[in-house]
């Protein structure tokens, strides 16, 4: 689902390039914010909500793929119904 995304995209943060080309298992909550077009703040308040789960193992919390492609699916609206 993220595979579509994160093709041919770099970004530009305060703590320098990121390169949203590789493949990776879990991104930043700046990272995340970029490939679902949400801002920083607006992923944090997901997290404190709830609606989305981070790894706090390391100095950075991050947010695995995985998390992010079920957030995706569990918050899509079908048009159909």
Known sequence: MLDNLTKEKKAVTTTGTVNLNVERL??????????????YLSIWRLVKRGKLKTCGGLRKRLIAK???ERFLRETTISLAE
Do not use: D, K, R
Request: without cysteine.
């Open 26 to 39: 879990a991104y930043t909550m700046n990272e995340a914010g970029l490939l679902l077009g949400y801002s």
């Open 66 to 68: 995985a998390e992010l």
